[in-house]
């Protein structure tokens, strides 16, 4: 039959925890075993440790999310504090003037207070000293402009939100716009322009310039 093993044998103990030198009468022990007398003291004290180390763990843990709710405390505050200079409206002003390909030239400034609000002009005068000038004004309001010319053609052709103030000659051209009937008879059919002859000699100081066919310049070329 086999023998049974006992599973654990109690030491005495004194009042301060240590155990006493005594020897203890053991249970007959079965061959193949041995009794060890620290194993319920280790378990024990490892289990204390154990104890010991979770609530440090846990201690330390709420320490660390308190300063941790501090910090982003302080940190939303310095933020709502905080202004960004770039989100301020930023005035502006800028010019430049420069030479056109066909001889002319052209300009343009313009300044903003930064909220919405432009104001600013341009000006384009050509090769024969046509020019052209626009003052403008961009707010709530929405765009308006006023246009200052001697370009022929150009009198009392005022267009939405523009009005046109022109020195030059029509020539007939702005009345036959403003006395034009929108069922009027359709015009006469286009005819393309007659190139220039090429006699193989080239004419010092003569070019060409596209202009519509209702410029008083375009007489004659078609």
Do not use: W
């Not at 620290?38 to 440090?56: D, E, G, K, P």
């Not at 982003?72 to 770039?86: E, I, K, M, R």
């Amino acid at each position: 039959m086999r023998e049974k093993v006992p599973e654990a044998v109690d030491f005495p103990t004194s009042s301060s925890g240590h155990q006493h030198a005594t020897r203890v009468n053991l249970q007959k022990k079965p061959r193949d075993f041995v009794y060890i007398k620290r194993r319920r003291l280790q378990l024990v004290t490892h289990i204390r440790q154990s104890c010991r180390s979770s609530n440090f763990l846990s201690s330390l843990h709420n320490s660390t999310m308190k300063v941790f709710i501090v910090l982003s405390v302080l940190v939303a505050a310095a933020v709502a504090q905080y202004a960004d200079p770039l989100a301020q409206p930023t005035p502006y002003t800028f010019s430049h003037a420069s030479n056109t390909e066909d001889g002319g030239s052209s300009s343009h400034q313009e300044s903003g207070n930064g909220a919405g609000q432009v104001t600013g002009s341009y000006t384009v005068t050509d090769l024969e000293g046509h020019t052209r000038v626009v003052d403008y004004v961009a707010d709530e309001a929405g765009f308006r402009a006023t246009v200052r010319t001697n370009e022929p053609g150009t009198a009392n052709l005022n267009s939405a939100d523009v009005s046109m103030e022109s020195t030059g000659d029509d020539n007939g051209i702005a009345a036959a716009y403003a006395g034009a009937s929108p069922y009027a008879a359709a015009p006469a059919p286009y005819a393309a322009p007659v190139a220039p002859i090429n006699t193989g000699r080239t004419q010092a100081g003569v070019r060409y310039v596209l202009v519509p066919t209702t410029d008083p310049r375009a007489r004659g070329y078609y």
